[in-house]
């Protein structure tokens, strides 16, 4: 099963999705005097702003989504540098190059996230934004990174795909910087197949968001009309099915989260004493979705061969998340012929180059990693061994028996 909130789909998503079904209403817009339209919507995204602690929130159909809505809403785009990991899923970068920005990749550090003495490196005058990606469920180091971005009047864009309902030091997670998004995808914390989120805290980044993702219209399609539309808008739209399932699954999130950290406290304790193993570091114990148990071991070699003995690859080897694997990006391939925004006369940085090995420290890191899961098992994470969010301390003490075993030999 891919995450713990598509493990859990039950009664309450049932019941949400029947109302919508039995209401006529399928869109998210309807009649505010008829009873039967219930504006799952519209209650979601109250409910997903008061859960981050933002006034304004904005759906849509996909975290992909949410990022591109994210950065058009804060006018990034051609000429422009965004700072990104290294080590992410490949929406982050797509979402830069279709907003017509150019992606800069940085090293990640022990956090696994955004190393903030690379992105000070990285730094030119035409950075225009940071983007924080808090992978597997682990918060970035927010503070530092937030005290960059103010530093050199930039904005901090947070993904947080991977790590819906964490918290960096008592803040969630997407609150932190001018924007954050979320993904709703089968591997996320809480699933609708497919959604997204995009929260802000600014009334006028809010009424950009909206009108990108609904056809240029002002939230809620109240007010502004013909004749005076602001720009050119898409259409991301969730739909009520969606948000009803949502609605179901957000009010399992405190369950899954106290399972998860359990046990994550219990596979980390029964493998800690191991001579050699380190752990990934975790900016916020309390506060991360503890999806995954993240482990270096001594050398990429060792790794390999444990990984392969667990029957599961090493985060380097997993593909999907990590730049050295993303051929489209290397050799920047566009969809059309022209190369934008890689070459564009907007941009006026020196040519750009994207290479397998250019994030020495990030490659090092990654090629002696292994992802266990807790709650998230992905081929494409590299998490293929571990448990699932259905199992108890049984099968969490059998799996560590299984770790503790594969790596005797090497001790
Ligand atoms: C870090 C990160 N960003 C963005 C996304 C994109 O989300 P979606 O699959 O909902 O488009 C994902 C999805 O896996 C992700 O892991």
Redesign the pocket.
């Known amino acids: 099963m891919p995450g713990p909130g598509m493990e859990l789909i039950g009664e309450e998503e049932k019941r949400e999705v029947l109302e919508v079904l039995e209401s006529g209403y399928l869109f998210r817009y309807g009649s505010a005097e008829d009873p039967a339209f219930k504006a799952k919507v519209y209650q979601l995204e109250q409910e997903v702003g008061k859960l981050m602690g933002v006034p304004y929130a904005v759906a849509v159909n996909?975290?992909?989504?949410?990022?591109l809505v994210a950065l058009c809403g804060l006018g990034i785009g051609p000429g422009d540098e965004v700072i990104a990991p290294g080590y992410?899923?490949i929406?982050?970068l797509s979402s830069i190059v279709w907003a017509r920005a150019v992606p800069i990749l940085a090293e990640v550090d022990k956090t696994l996230n955004l190393d903030p003495a690379d992105v000070r490196r990285k730094i030119t005058p035409r950075t225009k934004a940071i983007m924080a990606?808090h992978?597997l469920g682990n918060p970035a180091r927010l503070e530092d990174l937030k005290a960059l971005a103010e530093a050199h009047h930039l904005y901090l864009v947070e993904?947080c795909?991977?790590a819906f309902g964490a918290r960096y030091k008592g803040r969630a997670v997407g609150s932190v910087g001018e924007v954050g998004?979320y993904?709703?995808?089968i591997?996320?914390t809480i699933t609708a197949g497919?959604?997204?989120m995009v929260v802000t805290k600014d009334e006028a980044i809010y009424r950009r968001l909206f009108g990108i993702h609904d056809q240029g219209h002002a939230p809620l399609r109240m007010g502004v009309e013909v004749g005076r539309r602001p720009f050119v808008g898409l259409d991301f739209r969730m739909t009520e099915l969606q948000a009803a399932v949502l609605r179901g699954q957000l009010r399992k999130l405190d369950t899954i989260t106290t399972h998860l950290h359990a046990n994550k406290r219990r596979f980390k304790a029964a493998i800690a004493d191991l001579p050699g193993l380190e752990f990934r570091q975790i900016t916020d114990p309390e506060g991360e979705c503890a999806t995954l148990l993240t482990v270096f071991l001594p050398s990429e070699e060792v790794a390999r061969r444990v990984a392969k003995e667990l029957g599961t690859k090493v985060v380097a080897d997993s593909g999907w998340?990590v730049y050295a694997n993303m051929e489209q990006i290397l050799e920047k391939r566009t969809v059309t012929a022209e190369g934008c925004p890689f070459r564009c006369p907007h941009y006026q940085g020196p040519e750009l180059k994207y290479w397998k090995g250019m994030l020495p420290q990030t490659d090092a890191l990654l090629g002696r990693a292994i992802n266990i899961s807790i709650g998230v098992s992905d081929a494409g994470l590299g998490s293929g061994f571990g448990v699932t969010m259905r199992d108890g301390f049984d099968v969490v003490d059998a799996r560590a028996a299984q770790f503790r075993e594969a790596f005797r030999e090497y001790q």
């Open positions: 996909s975290g992909t989504s949410a990022l992410t899923f929406a982050s990606v992978m993904d795909a991977q998004t993904s709703f995808n591997f996320k497919d959604g997204g998340h």
